[in-house]
Every structure is written in structure tokens, then in C-alpha cells.
């Protein structure tokens, strides 16, 4: 049995964001070079929301719209929302190393598609039904299936996790 | 049903054939990380109980986006670097070597027909040499270090067709500018892209790394040239996909009338002729990166500033892609006649174009750039705009002080 790290439900408050939200506006450049990962929430969506960082909750929600992390492949940007509180990213779908990165990391991510959820909103995400639902709306959202690596990777809370366990990859029962 | 050269080139690394959807565990041919990627890789390596790096042959490390270090943070994790791959018997490439991409291809550790991993966004550049590369974060490459292989899932491909010859003064940067333009910065997301047909056919090797290098601002997995008039100093055996071969999508284009083109802030697709930004005044050109600072770029600007000077109102910077190519720029005076233009040579390497330092621009300041991005902040300074341009437009416009077509100095 594998230790589950995820919660299997989550209810909080969304910060809603736009399309095509690059690494660069998610951790500038300029802060990436560094160990000391807890800095990183000092600056996190600076350059699209410079209340974000303040306004942010442990347990806080992000959702995006399309093409969410485009740009450089720094693990940087999933670390900084990570460390700033948030538990979740959803978006419409994901630019794909970020995607990658976020599992890696731990840090879920759901694609679900076209949405017209409104910012503020108050969301309730159930991890194992891969559902959505907007509460004001009461509109529900199916998010796409990840493959069962990816599932394994998140549920042992990261790549590292998953390779110290396992020493290598295993695509078993894909 | 044929296969495409993505399915080919894994079909071969796995032993089996396969088809777009599947996943796969696949070993790789090589590996690298830069001073953004490789700390964190390091530290991921370590926690994931690696102690040798899968082959000391295949991992490289290379020091260019803070280069040299701009204060004892990152000297520290230059140093962690050193310290690395010394212990790993694995070759870093130092300040100045040059930009991993370039480095990469100038020291073969990438030949047509691999599946090369690098932690860094641009590593599709190598689909310019007929190969398979992929970007990924620093803790999949940690992964890869350790056990020498990557999880994929084989991507569908995309083909793009460039019908057709460039005219003259019209640059691979201004085809790949156009193709973001049309294809969109998620145009590609998950999936590979096989550049096909007679405008590609006689491109150099440094002109398909520029196509192969904006794969990435189109959400691609790998962006492979067809390898048709392929030059290399080896011999190689070309991968080509099959007449059958089947695409998910298929653009064709006739690129023999394309213009010089721009994209303007702050996307890479917002593309348009340069005729439409004419005028525009600049504060600050950049010649440089993965996508263009290699010898035909660096000559091409020379060309254009022989004999002239820059604008006064404008500073223009130079970072040649790697130490060979500013060795090679020295040599036959491109760089001499740039500097006596009035630009200002850096060192070899990624700063400017990702804001990490050298070069940031002020606020309300216009940048022309050679790069591959316009983010917002990208190059440092979210209160600049960054317009992207091929070399001959970068240099044109330094010149005259604002966006102009550089044909007129070119034909």
C-alpha cells in the first residue's frame, strides 16, 4: 500500500485566472536561482497578480483557463505556488512540462476543460472521482483521467518519493 | 500504416514498435541541465537515493543562464555544480563555454536518431539534427540521471508543410515566427511536429536549430526537421517518416512571397508582417540565445552595420551562443565590425533573454530581440515591452532606431 499524501477531497476558495499564464508571470526568472525554496513564494504570480503572495491561503485553490504554465521548463513555478499555500491547480489544460513538473513535485493538477468558473468562487474537488464542482453554480466538472504513473508518482507525493521507493519506472498495469 | 520519424526514433530506442497514445518507458542517449535546472536536479538526485549518474558520458551540466555569477547565491550553486559533476566524472561546461543547446550540438553529445532529455525548455532544438528531444523539470531529469530512462507517452504529430523558397533578406527566424503565429502557443501542446518541405531543404544546420528551438513556444513535445539536406561533419543514417505515416493534423503553407515578421509583445504568436510595426521606436536590440545567436546570426547583423553606427538612442547587446561561435565571429571580423558599430559584447550565454541579468531593460523601454520570448518580465522588467525578430531586423532596427523592414539592406 502506498502512502496517500493527497487528500481525496478539498473545498476552498479559487483565485481564478486567464489563458496562456506563462512560468515567467508564475516565478520570474529572476528568483529561480535558488535552494532556499521557501523564497519563492515572495514573488509568486508577480507579474499577473502582485496581491496573489498576500492574498493566498493555505488550501487555496488555483484555476486557470488554457495553455496554464507555458514557457520555460523550470520546476520553480509548480514549487513556488506549492510553497505560497496552494493545493490544487485546475485548469482548462496544461502546458506539458509543467504538468509534468506539478506531479513531480506533488502538487495536483486537473484538466477540465472549457469552464465559466467565476473568480472567488468557492469550489469543492473530489480527488477520486476526478469531479469539479463550482458550489454558488452548482455546476460540476469531470477532470481528465491522468495515466496510473502519473496517479502512482502523485499518490507517493512526488517523483522522488515514488523512485526512492521504487528505484526505477514502472509502467505495470498502464 | 507508416510510422512518423517521433514514432520511429522510439520504436527504436524501446525494441517494438509503437503508435501515437502509447506510453513507454524509453532509455536516452543523453542528458543535461543548466545553472536554472541542475541544482534543484541535483538536490532531487541525491533525495531519490541516486549515487552515480546513469552514464558520465551522457550527462553534461552547462553554466550559461547566470553567467558568470551575478552574486554568491548563485556562485554558491555554480559551485554545487563544479563540485557535481566532478564527483560524477562528468564533463560541465564552464562561464562562457556557451548556451546548452549550442554546446550540446557543437560537442555531439546529440546525433540525429537520439532521444535526448535536457532540463531546459529549448531542448527541442536538437529535432534540428534529426533527433528526438525533449524538456522536462529538474526532478524528472534527476530521474533520468539515475536510471537512464524517461516515461513518454509517444506523441501524435503534427505536419507542417513550407512550400516554396525564402526570398532573399527573409530568414529561417521570420518562417518559424510566422508558423508560432499560425500554429499558437498551445497550437502543439503534447505533441511532436515534423517540418517538411522544399524552404526547410536548404537551411543550414544553425537555421534549423532556430525552427527546431521555437517547437517549445508552440507547446511542443519535440519538433523534428526533415532531414533532407541535412549537412554534418559525420556521417549519420536520416530518419524519415513514412509516405503513410499518420498525422493529426496537417498545415501546408507556400512561403516564397513571406516577409520579414515580428512578434509583437507579449506572446510569442502575436505575430505580423514587419511592415506593420514600422516605425516603432527601440530603446535596446539583443542578438543572442539558443534560437539566434549563432555565427549566420552574428554575420547577418554585420552585414547590415559594415561600415555604419547604431542609433544613438539605442544600446545594443551581443552574446554569442557559444565561445566557438564568437571565436568564429572574431576570426572573420563579423564581431569587429558590430563592435566598432557600437555594440556591447557579453559573455556567452542565456542573461538577458531570461532576465536573470545583463542587460535588463528599464521601465517603459522597447526591446527588439533575437530571442524566442516576449513574456511579460521575461527579460527582467515586467514594465518593458519586447518585440521578437530575426538578426537582420534586430540589427536594422538598431540602426535606424526603429522597427524597419532589413531587406532594403540586405537585397
Known amino acids: ?174 | 500504416m507508416g510510422y512518423t520519424i517521433a514514432e520511429k526514433i522510439i520504436a527504436k530506442h524501446v525494441g517494438h514498435p509503437v503508435r501515437a497514445g502509447e506510453l513507454v518507458v524509453t532509455s536516452v542517449d543523453g542528458v543535461m541541465a543548466t545553472d536554472t535546472t541542475a541544482p534543484l536536479a541535483i538536490k532531487a538526485f541525491k533525495e531519490m537515493g541516486g549515487q552515480k549518474v546513469f552514464d558520465p558520458e551522457k550527462f553534461a551540466l552547462i553554466i550559461d543562464h547566470a553567467a558568470p555569477s551575478p552574486n554568491e547565491r548563485i556562485a554558491n550553486l555554480h559551485k554545487l555544480m563544479r563540485d557535481f559533476a566532478r564527483e560524477q566524472n562528468s564533463r560541465l561546461f564552464e562561464i562562457g563555454e556557451g548556451i546548452c543547446h549550442q554546446v550540446m550540438v557543437e560537442e555531439a553529445y546529440v546525433k540525429p536518431g537520439d532521444i535526448f532529455i535536457g532540463a531546459d525548455s529549448h531542448t527541442p532544438t536538437y529535432g534540428a539534427l534529426n533527433a528526438f528531444a525533449c524538456g522536462v523539470g529538474s526532478t524528472d531529469l534527476a530521474a533520468t540521471m539515475m536510471t537512464g530512462k524517461i516515461w513518454l507517452k509517444v506523441p501524435q504529430t503534427i505536419r507542417v508543410i513550407c512550400n516554396g523558397k525564402l526570398q532573399e533578406g527573409v530568414t529561417a527566424k521570420d518562417l518559424i515566427l510566422f508558423l508560432v503565429g499560425k500554429i499558437t502557443v498551445s497550437g502543439a501542446t503534447y505533441k511532436a511536429i515534423e517540418f517538411t518541405g522544399e524552404a526547410f531543404e536548404g537551411l543550414s544546420l544553425s537555421s534549423r536549430m532556430t525552427i527546431a528551438n521555437m517547437s517549445s513556444e508552440m507547446g511542443a513535445k519535440a519538433g523534428i526537421v526533415n532531414p533532407t539536406g541535412l549537412e554534418l561533419d559525420y556521417p549519420f543514417e536520416p530518419i524519415m517518416a513514412d509516405a503513410d505515416a499518420e498525422y493529426i493534423k496537417t498545415y501546408e503553407f507556400d512561403v516564397s512571397g513571406l516577409e520579414p515578421q515580428v512578434s509583437a509583445p507579449e506572446s510569442p504568436d502575436n505575430v505580423h508582417n514587419i511592415s506593420g510595426y514600422e516605425g516603432t521606436k527601440i530603446d535596446y536590440a539583443f542578438i543572442g540565445t539558443c534560437c539566434n545567436g549563432r555565427l549566420e546570426d552574428i554575420d547577418i547583423a554585420a552585414k547590415i552595420l559594415k561600415g555604419r553606427k547604431i542609433h544613438p538612442n539605442v544600446r545594443m547587446v551581443i552574446a554569442p551562443a557559444s565561445k566557438s561561435v564568437l571565436l568564429d565571429a572574431m576570426k572573420n571580423g563579423s564581431m569587429e565590425t558590430l563592435i566598432n558599430a557600437g555594440a556591447s559584447l557579453i559573455t556567452s550565454g542565456c542573461g538577458p533573454c531570461v532576465g536573470t541579468h545583463q542587460g535588463v531593460p528599464a521601465d517603459g523601454e522597447v526591446v527588439i530581440s533575437a530571442a524566442n520570448r516576449n513574456f511579460r518580465g521575461r527579460m527582467g522588467n515586467p514594465n518593458s515591452n519586447i518585440y521578437l525578430g530575426a538578426p537582420s531586423s534586430v540589427a536594422a532596427a538598431a540602426l535606424e532606431g526603429k522597427i524597419v523592414n532589413p531587406k532594403k539592406y540586405l537585397v
Do not use: W
Request: with cysteine; glycine share 8%; aromatic share 6%.
Open chain 1, 1 to 174: 500500500m502506498s502512502e496517500v499524501q493527497m487528500p481525496s477531497s478539498l473545498k476552498g476558495k479559487a483565485h481564478v485566472y486567464g489563458d496562456h499564464i506563462d512560468t515567467d508571470r508564475i516565478i520570474p526568472g529572476k528568483y529561480t536561482k535558488t535552494l532556499d525554496l521557501s523564497t519563492l513564494a515572495n514573488h509568486v504570480l508577480e507579474d499577473l497578480d502582485p496581491s496573489f503572495k498576500d492574498k493566498v491561503q493555505q488550501g487555496d485553490i488555483l484555476i486557470a483557463g488554457t495553455n496554464f504554465g507555458c514557457g520555460s521548463s523550470r520546476e520553480q513555478a509548480p514549487l513556488a505556488l506549492k510553497q505560497s499555500g496552494v493545493a490544487l491547480v485546475i485548469a482548462e489544460d496544461f502546458a506539458r512540462i509543467f504538468f509534468r513538473n506539478a506531479i513531480n513535485i506533488g502538487l495536483p493538477v486537473l484538466e477540465i476543460g472549457k469552464h465559466s468558473i467565476p473568480k472567488n468562487a468557492e469550489v469543492e474537488v473530489d480527488m477520486k472521482a476526478g469531479t469539479v464542482t463550482d458550489v454558488t453554480s452548482g455546476k460540476t466538472y469531470a477532470a481528465t483521467k491522468l495515466p496510473k504513473i502519473m496517479m502512482d508518482i502523485l499518490n507517493e507525493g512526488g517523483l522522488v518519493k515514488y523512485l526512492k521507493k521504487h528505484g526505477n519506472y514502472s509502467l505495470e498495469n498502464e
